[in-house]
């Protein structure tokens, strides 16, 4: 590719960037919805650029299904093995 369109490409990228960041989401944050989550976390202290995703509400259960999920797949290995060589076995018609 020719420097020219590189550098157009690189412009458009860095325009759209800006202007998602300069524009949009300033205009998401006053969604009322939005505008509630983000008193709520300031009136915690929360420091959002500090906000890990292990800290969000869903992540308890989503650990739970995560560890049961583990201790169920030696089980679900062997049973798609078995499903494996069922469909792999010839048929009679």
Avoid: C
């Amino acid at each position: 590719m020719p420097r020219s369109p590189r550098l157009a490409a690189l412009a458009a990228i860095i325009a759209a960037a800006a202007t998602i960041w300069l524009f949009i989401l300033p205009l998401a944050a006053r969604a009322p919805s939005i505008e509630r989550h983000i008193r709520r976390n300031e009136s915690l202290g929360v420091d959002p650029s500090a906000k890990f995703y292990s800290e969000l509400p869903a992540m308890p259960r989503l650990w739970q299904r995560i560890k049961h999920a583990q201790r169920l797949r030696p089980v679900q290995r062997e049973e798609n093995a078995r499903q494996e060589t069922r469909r792999r076995e010839p048929r009679a018609i």
